[in-house]
């Protein structure tokens, strides 16, 4: 069953005035010791098999993979005869762009090893999380074309959706765990995967062929 095209235009401003919102919040005050709490209790429990695993969670949305996983997948698709799908996953690079600008607006720091214990050292500012939007965007895009599309196999359908939702999961914690984020830049990073996420579905469906699946 699908929405209503007010409600989800609802939802979408609703989205927009809480990523505003935390924004605006963000930027007067970027240390919260809310977040140091909850980065204190995620990074509570420490191994190096759990360190590793955060590792490999967030590597998708490292610099050059993640814009190697994203064209790699439209290559996919475009070599599958999806070329619609491939055209629409290729316009998820742009999102880069996106969250470098919003960065540098907030300019908000990383945490650092006075408040936390760092696994991993980032580059550029922490609000909001690039890996978290990047996820949600991408393999949110993934699932809902892999719901869609009934001429890839189940059996694909499945595994690529059970992936996908696992790292969409994950991201959140792994940010935290590794100290490259504060939980509220998961959260920004979350808004804002959502409200790209509109858009992209909103065209791909608007100009989908009649019958095409």
């Not at 699908?2 to 605006?24: E, G, H």
Request: proline share 5%; with cysteine; glycine share 6%.
């Amino acid at each position: 069953m699908r929405l209503k095209p007010n409600i989800l235009l609802s939802i979408l401003v609703l989205l927009i005035l809480a990523f505003t919102t935390l924004s605006v919040f963000i930027a007067k005050h970027p240390i919260l010791p809310f977040d140091v709490k909850v980065s204190l209790a995620v990074q509570k429990y420490q191994t190096e098999w759990l360190d590793k695993l955060m590792l490999a969670v967030s590597f998708f949305g490292e610099l050059p993979f993640s814009l190697l996983s994203v064209l790699l997948v439209a290559g996919i698709f475009y070599w599958q005869k999806f070329k619609r799908e491939a055209l629409f996953i290729s316009l998820i690079v742009f999102s880069g762009l996106i969250i470098l600008g919003i960065k540098n607006v907030i300019d908000r720091p990383r945490p650092t090893a006075f408040y936390v214990r760092l696994v991993q050292v980032n580059r550029f500012q922490s609000y909001p999380s690039g890996h978290v939007l990047s996820y949600v965007l991408f393999f949110g895009f993934l699932i809902i074309l892999m719901r869609t599309l009934k001429h890839i196999p189940n059996t694909a359908r499945n595994l690529i959706t059970a992936f996908s939702a696992f790292l969409v999961v994950m991201i959140a914690p792994s940010r935290i765990y590794l100290g490259a984020h504060w939980f509220t830049d998961t959260v920004g990073g979350l808004l804002l995967g959502l409200i790209c996420l509109f858009p992209l579905c909103y065209f791909y469906f608007r100009n989908k062929p009649a019958g095409e699946n």
